[in-house]
């Protein structure tokens, strides 16, 4: 089955909500976890069941998303018939960029002409969760589906940035709203919604006909806003619920398409028992890993005390080096430094960021190559730090890539 199945990732998006974390690169390409990039995540889910004919459509900002594939991801063999490859815009016959998820389908026709799979397999690269797809699969197969869409029930407030669906009691789609302003209930739970996670199986025939017709009209060329429902009164559309199928995996699905959803997500792999395990032997989560030697810790003096206050709650990664710094419930990605009677709380630091003498950070997303000086103050004055920075609804403060600050 895995030889009639082809994976198309959409990689492409701006990323506007994630502004400026995608300043200078493409969401799925954005740092997650310390040493991941979003992008691992579904790719890891690919490979972990069993899939690896794949095709990522890049569009936006995608060299770092190139370089990252090409280091971290060169495990396939092309004489077995695997394979990942990057495709950007093609246009071969028109002249415009990818104008929706469907039409970025339509606009790679040739490469389902070419390869002719039975189904086809579309992801979004922008999300952070474990799902077996051959299991959705072979519920497609069971259903004998065109069209399969995976969905979990999420909190209704969260739903209104999300495709929203309601099924009868075979799992059939019997209706699909694309962000409505007041979601769907769930019939015994009004407090939550059946959502779209933006993961289709459909059968290839029936996907070039409908992406054909709607290339044709005048909509916004979207699987959510128009081709699902288009699909609901004349072809098999099913509902994949994951927490009702996937009994032996997290049913853990983020989508982090905006600061404080990036933020909240990164800030719940600090709990004590984060219900997304990235310690699952069964279910590894692969990346690239850059040459760095080990985390360096220093601590001479008493500065606070207790020694063991120093570093609480935190993943840091190999390549950082802590001075007597303080650093607590936070996430260091290779490379960072924090110098002596530093304190960092609450926060995100990317890669090859250094953070002076005498600092104070506290709720902030630095992204890479930020230098910090002595004696500055992120994150405790944020109306000050609005005349320089990003700074969310709920007070994160965020810094772009490369900043100088002084």
């Known amino acids: ?88 815009p093609q246009k071969m016959n028109i002249d415009w960029w990818y104008r929706g998820t469907a039409d970025s389908i339509y606009q790679n026709l040739n490469i ?54 309601e099924i009868n009691d075979a799992s059939r789609i019997i209706g699909f709203e694309e962000k409505p302003a007041h979601p769907t209930p769930l019939p015994a739970n009004p407090a939550k919604a059946l959502s779209s996670m933006g993961i289709y199986i459909f059968k290839t025939d029936v996907l070039v006909r409908e992406i054909v017709y709607d290339a044709k009209r005048d909509t916004q060329h979207d699987f959510g806003r128009n081709i699902i429902p288009h699909m609901l009164t004349k072809r098999k559309v099913f509902a994949y619920n994951l927490q009702e199928e996937e009994k032996g995996i997290d049913t853990y699905w983020r989508d982090v398409g905006s600061l404080e959803s990036y933020y909240e997500a990164n800030m719940e792999l600090l709990e004590q028992n984060p219900v997304f395990n990235l310690y699952d032997d069964e279910w590894p989560i692969r990346t690239y890993h850059e040459q760095a030697p080990p985390a360096k810790f220093i601590f001479s003096g008493n500065e606070y005390g207790v020694q063991s206050e120093f570093i609480v709650d935190c993943l840091i990664p190999n390549g950082c ?64 730090d609005e005349k320089r920075f990003t700074v969310t609804k709920s007070g994160i403060v965020v810094i772009p890539q490369g900043s100088i600050i002084d």
């Open 321 to 384: 080096v802590i001075f007597g710094g303080r650093v607590r419930r936070s996430i260091l990605s290779p490379f960072v430094t924090v110098q002596r009677n530093s304190e960092v709380d609450d926060s995100i630091l990317l890669k090859g960021v250094t953070i002076g003498s005498n600092v104070r950070i506290r709720r902030a997303i630095i992204d890479e190559d930020v230098t910090v000086p002595d004696d500055y103050t992120i994150g405790y004055d944020l109306e000050e």
């Open 112 to 165: 389902l002409e070419r390869e002719r799979p039975d189904h086809v397999l579309v992801l979004s690269g922008d999300h952070i969760y474990k799902m077996d797809y051959q299991a959705m699969l072979d519920f497609h197969l069971a259903k004998g589906a065109d069209l399969t869409a995976a969905c979990m029930e999420l909190d209704i407030e969260k739903c209104r940035q999300m495709g929203v669906m």
């Open 1 to 88: 089955m895995e030889k009639k199945l082809l994976t198309m990732i959409m990689a492409g998006g701006r990323g506007e909500r994630l502004y400026p974390l995608t300043k200078e690169k493409a969401k799925p390409a954005v740092t997650f976890g310390g040493i991941y990039k979003v992008i691992d995540f579904t790719l890891s889910n690919c490979i972990n069941s069993g899939i690896r004919r794949i095709h990522l459509l890049t569009q936006y900002s995608n060299a770092s998303l190139d370089k990252h594939i090409h280091s971290g991801w060169n495990l396939f063999h092309h004489e077995l018939g695997e394979f990942i490859d990057n495709i950007p």
